[in-house]
């Protein structure tokens, strides 16, 4: 077992009139243990922020009458390249004598920790409490 510890900033475009979100950059560092190949690790946590992305903003199933009414991936939104922002990763490398060749996971906290990163950012941006996630656009503008 190793404890991850890691730290997002969203910067976010919103229309308050519309309410529309674009998620412009992710800034985070992470301790990554030791980044047995720093390329993938980037990866890894590029895949965890578009995860915790798409949390964020648009993902939803949506349950009526007790039938899922958004089956499909033609319903059910999932972050694209397009909706990829800029990340700006730094790299903490603190060996894990606990884990093989001292490497911890790297994947994984990204998906928690920067879905609250991107609300905080949207309810700063609009100056109003946002109660739900994902942050829907009538979340927004009503």
Do not use: W
């Amino acid at each position: 077992m190793a404890f991850a510890f890691v730290a997002h900033r969203a910067v976010v475009d919103v229309d308050p009139e519309l309410g529309l979100v674009k998620v412009v950059q992710i800034a985070t560092t992470q301790d990554v243990g030791r980044a047995l190949n720093p390329l993938s690790v980037l990866g890894q946590i590029e895949g965890g922020i578009a995860q915790g992305l798409g949390l964020a903003v648009m993902e939803e199933i949506i349950v009526q009458d007790g039938k899922v009414r958004n089956p499909s991936f033609t319903d059910y939104l999932l972050p694209t390249a397009l909706d990829a922002p800029e990340v700006v990763a730094r790299l903490i490398e603190e060996y894990e004598p606990l884990s093989p060749l001292g490497a911890k996971g790297v994947g994984e906290p990204p998906c928690i920790s920067v879905t609250p990163a991107i609300v905080a950012a949207i309810r700063d941006a609009v100056g109003k409490d946002i109660l739900r996630c994902p942050v829907r656009p009538q979340d927004i503008c009503l």
